[in-house]
T-cell receptor, first 114, second 116 residues
Framework: EPEVTQTPSHQVTQMGQEVILRCVPI?????FYWYRQILGQKVEFLVSFYNNEISEKSEIFDDQFSVERPDGSNFTLKIRSTKLEDSAMYFC????????????FGQGTRLTVV | AQTVTQSQPEMSVQEAETVTLSCTYDTSESDYYLFWYKQPPSRQMILVIR??????QNATENRFSVNFQKAAKSFSLKISDSQLGDAAMYFCAYRSGTGTASKLTFGTGTRLQVTL
């Protein structure tokens, strides 16, 4: 069964450093998403991506965040200068083209900023 | 903006019994989709069941079923014959039926414990 793959599973970084979280969505999917879950809290939307551009972004997705689909298979989330409050689980998700389809989630990347 | 509310932070059920998790939502749209996701300790998000708002028939997936009350904006999840593997965090989620890449809006979750 096809699945969304995220790497790394856990990343520890120092405050102020840049991190890149990587995702390989399901190959025939068209819509891509990043969500964030701070420990013990609900899952929050960060950004959606379609047709090689951002479709929607939340208030959380400020200038320190960026997304890219550099080679048609990977989908990356870059955080330029990490802060302690960026520590969270980051989920990538992808969805096929029809309205009905559900989003499939990767296993998540746990980001710890120290 | 749409909101999703799960009023039960924690629920407990005995193995083989039935439990119902509540979810309400607020929207002015008529076209939307509702989902229940399960998040076990591994923290992966796993789809349990989905419901299209235009369908009156409640969705079922094996031991999982929903009670969708569109007028009341209620979408509860019933788990029958509960198993130890059902223990997890359960999130209710809403997605608009309009827009090209509409996002999921999640509730705060209900932690389900399954006891022997």
């Amino acid at each position: 069964e096809p699945e969304v793959t995220q790497t790394p599973s856990h990343q520890v970084t120092q405050m102020g450093q840049e991190v890149i979280l990587r995702c390989v969505p399901i190959s025939n999917h068209l819509y891509f998403y990043w969500y964030r879950q701070i420990l013990g809290q609900k899952v929050e939307f960060l950004v959606s991506f379609y047709n090689n551009e951002i479709s929607e972004k939340s208030e959380i997705f400020d200038d320190q965040f960026s997304v890219e689909r550099p080679d048609g298979s990977n989908f990356t989330l870059k955080i330029r200068s990490t802060k302690l409050e960026d520590s969270a689980m980051y989920f990538c998700a992808s969805r096929a083209g029809t309205d009905y389809t559900e989003a499939f989630f990767g296993q998540g990347t746990r980001l710890t900023v120290v | 903006a749409q909101t999703v509310t799960q009023s039960q932070p924690e629920m407990s059920v005995q193995e083989a019994e039935t439990v119902t998790l509540s979810c309400t939502y607020d929207t002015s749209e008529s076209d939307y989709y509702l989902f229940w996701y399960k998040q076990p300790p591994s923290r992966q998000m796993i789809l349990v069941i989905r419901q299209e708002a235009y369908k009156q028939q409640n969705a079922t997936e094996n031991r999982f079923s929903v009670n969708f009350q569109k007028a009341a904006k209620s979408f509860s999840l019933k788990i029958s014959d509960s198993q130890l593997g059902d223990a997890a965090m359960y999130f209710c989620a809403y997605r608009s039926g309009t827009g090209t890449a509409s996002k999921l809006t999640f509730g705060t979750g209900t932690r389900l414990q399954v006891t022997l």
